[in-house]
């Protein structure tokens, strides 16, 4: 039997932390009701619940009527404060049909009607494009057979409109609208109908589609400082690839990526003139300053690339790890020379810079091939995207490394000592390349590893902080298209221990491009109970993706940072976990 409960306005904030939040279906727009006063449906498909949040931002108490005909319990009614807000459910089997008609003596008059679609295997999610001014709708069917799509948007010229979406495919509706366009969209299929409704919207308020994505770098896009024959210049790179991304103790996001100068060519490959350039935002993501490059070599035909960015919570130091490839033909897969020294010039390089200021300078590059790099192997290079600290004040940021015999390994250095002294730890698994390192709510450290030829995730466990592991298994649930991915603990910067270091969490997030075979369809995932499963999952980039990796930004959100081939560009993604949940 469905249940249905009030949840005062001071708890709402520790159920939706229970729920990993819900999932927005944007709600009608108040009909002559004070501004602020609004009841929007809702979806927590792991609960199997449909929500209703009756939220008061008026001056005065409001009095909400829920009615579902038919409904045992029918109709209920709550008093929400002014500034308050109450959510009800109903714990629903998939395919529920469902009609909710909310009243206030004030003048709300709205109805939400639909299929509780969790469970069908069928999605439709809203998004808008900042940068093109797109509300964008993917359609999304994980079922066996094809299914027709109807889009309904009343008053809208052209609705509507019906699209077929092949089994196990999806599909990309856009409309070029202006910010603050209300919204409807009716979705239905056979087996599915759900409304979309709200404003189109760069932000993240409440009624807006929950996720944005802004186009930070272009094969178009100007650069600031990129290094040249003649000395620097400002100008644009023939590839723009491998993100990297973290938030700062004050919520400043800083995004790099290679500026591959010349070519989409790795570190080693063609003239070797790869650059590290940087985007800030220091307003949580909504606007960001020009790319400039942090950090070139001296010369055009030595590289510097693959970065990762640490933060060091205790300190506020921001780490950019890079891999610097000191002449053309030295790359990951050229043969070793034997040596560790800081000048070797046929092997690849691990180096840093550092930045105290939340990114807006950074120091000097500092070597760590003489400390880290065991002779015997061929080459080794910084896996990019992010490192972590964990809650004990360990700073980790993982490694690949060819042995002797020219097996590639996944493994870490690491730091006690807030970045002072490095060390490196042991293999965390062979015939794996690009990595990412999380901390389980155990303390335990897991390693989710991009295998060479096996299309699953592979995982290795360290019970010594991440320094060494026992064997790799593949992951039943999480697949890969030989790609790498990431896998993320879902805490705010703000969300440290006494000792300033990462508090633990079993929330983790999972962004990877879920086709199997293909870099296609870049998509997150959440779990909370330490990767054990992943319920929720949400298609944020339809068609060709690539690398991405994540962060959670000060206000809760999540920033994805994804390329999109080797041309296509870096793009910025921010989304709720309502989102992902709605899916």
Known sequence: MSAVRAIPRRAVAVVAAALCLAGMLPGTPAHAAPAGVT????????????LLLLDNRGTTAQTFTVTWPGRPGSPWTRTVPAGGST????????????????????GLDDTSAGIFHCGTGMSALTSFDCTASR?????????????DFTVTWPGRTGSPWTRTVAAGGNVLHYWTVAAGTPYSLRVTAAGFDTTQ???????????????????????QTVIRNLNGANGRYDGTAASVRIP??????????????????????DLGGGTNNIQI??????????????????????????????????????TGVVFCF?????????????????????DDPNSLHLRYITSRDDGATWSAPVELNPVLKDPAWQQVFFSSGHGIQTSTGRLIQPIVYRDAAGTSHAGNIYSDDHGVTWRRGGSAG????????????????????????????????STDGGATFGPPSASPVLTDPLCNADELSYLRPSEVGANGAPVRTRTALFSNNAHPTARNDLTVRMSTDDGATWPARALLKPGGAGYSTMAVLSDGTVGNLYEVGNSGGIYFARFSLDWVKGA
Not at 206 to 217: E, N, S
């Open 87 to 106: 959510q009800l459910y109903w714990t629903l089997a998939a395919g529920t049909a469902y009609t909710l008609r909310t009243t206030t003596p004030t």
């Open 135 to 147: 509300l964008q709708l993917v359609l999304e069917n994980r079922t066996t057979t094809a299914r």
């Open 322 to 342: 890079f891999t610097y490839s000191p002449r053309p033909g030295v790359s990951f897969w050229s043969g070793g020379s034997g040596v560790n020294t800081a």
């Open 39 to 50: 009841a929007t449906v809702s979806a927590d498909c792991p609960a199997s619940r449909l």
């Open 430 to 461: 062979g015939t794996v390349n690009e990595s990412k390192a999380i901390e389980r709510g155990t303390g335990a450290v897991v390693q989710n590893m991009r295998h060479n030829s096996t299309r699953s995730r592979f995982y290795a466990t």
């Open 277 to 314: 350039a940087m985007v800030r935002s220091t307003d949580g993501g909504r606007t960001f300053d020009q790319p400039r490059v942090i950090h070139a070599p001296a010369t055009t035909r030595e590289g510097a690339g693959d970065p990762s960015l640490l933060v060091d919570r205790g």
């Open 197 to 219: 409704r709200g404003v189109a919207a760069c932000g993240m308020a409440a009624g807006t589609p929950q996720m944005t994505t802004t186009t930070l770098l272009t094969t």
């Open 244 to 265: 990297g991304m973290a938030v700062t103790n004050n919520g400043t996001v800083i995004a790099v990526a290679d500026a591959r100068v010349d070519g989409s060519y």
